[in-house]
């Protein structure tokens, strides 16, 4: 049974910053792709950032005009079938619950960012950013 695990989140003042990780367990996913999503209240679940494992290629998704990679970085560890997502210079606008998410397929810059490519999905970690 494939599960993915997050961990990481919390609560932070502007400007400070998390890790995520997410470790996945019951299978090797080194072919495929693993990404963050995250879901603010009364939201819709938006791409943040992906990691093409066959190539690894990262994919970042946008926020306030801005793309993510600017404060956002996605790192895999195909020894530890784990995924990090480092989060720096947060804003209010980050709060939200952010899932890992995880895939068998070869996806490329368009594919990554939609959600019914991955197959396995956690249960998320909160985040929270004040002012």
């Known amino acids: 049974q494939v599960q993915l695990l997050e961990s990481g989140g919390g609560s932070v003042q502007t400007g400070g910053s998390l890790k995520l990780s997410c470790a996945a367990s019951g299978r090797t996913f080194s072919s495929g792709a693993m990404a963050w999503f995250r879901q603010a209240p009364g939201k819709e679940r938006e791409f943040v950032a992906a990691v093409t494992l066959w190539n690894g290629s990262t994919y970042y998704g946008q926020s306030l005009g801005q793309s993510l990679k600017v404060r956002f970085t996605i790192t895999e560890n195909n020894a530890n079938n784990s995924v990090d997502l480092q989060l720096n210079d947060l804003k209010p606008d980050d709060t939200a619950v952010y899932y890992c998410?995880?895939?068998?397929?070869?996806?490329?810059?368009?594919?990554?960012?939609?959600?019914?490519?991955?197959?396995?999905w956690g249960r998320g970690t909160q985040v929270t950013v004040s002012s």
């Open positions: 998410a995880a895939g068998s397929s070869q996806l490329g810059p368009v594919s990554s960012r939609r959600l019914g490519e991955y197959d396995f």
